[in-house]
């Protein structure tokens, strides 16, 4: 059974840090990985999609890593605004049903 | 640019009563699903549907019926509430070959099971 772990659970960082969010997956036979975005009481917003034969994304100041041999995933958000903060949360698919498998999510502020 | 419309929004019931949450798509995706959020234990799958007519069951379908009559609408019906139902749940739907395509999420129903 696949197990998604995102670590920190949080993280607060003053604005303009460049930041890295891990999402790291016990089962490597994944069809892709995503990122998503969670506002407060809103659904979830689709970031970057990395399929299984790609090794990275980037969309604007988002780039997203996959290391299927090693079970990992990096988000990097590079000069952080306020407007990042959100939750993010990672996750893969995996057997015959395309599941997805999510990790609880990095809860990120970022402080003005 | 309706996307996935999700219906109520907020919901609260008594333990027994049943309910039907409402998910409807303007996209014509073939793939669509329900999904529970609880804190620390981030989303699980309860049903999911990969075209009309077709269902089939999640990691947490227990309590929870599906139909797909349609390709735009998938209702999630709760048979008798119960106070472990209490969730934010959440549909979604996703097109590309496999389904393995980028995946578009409802607002959310917050459910609240006394």
């Known amino acids: 059974k696949q197990e998604v772990t995102q670590i920190p659970a949080a993280l607060s960082v003053p604005e303009g840090e460049n930041l890295v969010l891990n999402c790291s997956f016990t089962d490597s036979a994944i069809y892709n990985l995503q990122w998503f975005r969670q506002d407060p009481g809103k659904g979830l917003t689709s970031l970057l999609l990395i399929q299984s034969s790609q090794r990275e994304q980037t969309s604007g100041r988002l780039n997203a890593s996959l290391d299927k041999s090693s079970g990992r995933s990096t988000l990097y958000i590079a000069a952080s605004q306020p407007g990042d903060s959100a939750t993010y949360l990672c996750a893969a698919v995996t057997g015959s049903a395309r599941q997805l498998t999510f990790g609880s999510g990095t809860q990120l502020t970022v402080l003005p | 640019n309706a996307g996935v419309t999700q219906t109520p929004k907020f919901q609260v019931l008594k333990t027994g009563q049943s309910m039907t949450l409402q998910c409807a798509q303007d996209m014509n995706h073939e793939y669509m699903s329900w999904y529970r959020q609880d804190p620390g234990m981030g989303l699980r799958l309860i049903h999911y549907s990969v075209g009309a007519g077709i269902t089939d069951q999640g990691e947490v379908p227990n309590g929870y019926n599906v139909s797909r009559s349609t390709t735009e609408d998938f209702p999630l019906r709760l048979l008798s509430a119960a106070p472990s139902q209490t969730s934010v749940y959440f549909c979604?739907?996703?097109?590309?070959?496999?389904?393995?395509?980028?995946?578009?999420f409802g607002e959310g129903s917050r459910l609240t099971v006394l």
């Open positions: 979604a739907s996703t097109t590309g070959a496999g389904r393995t395509g980028e995946l578009f």
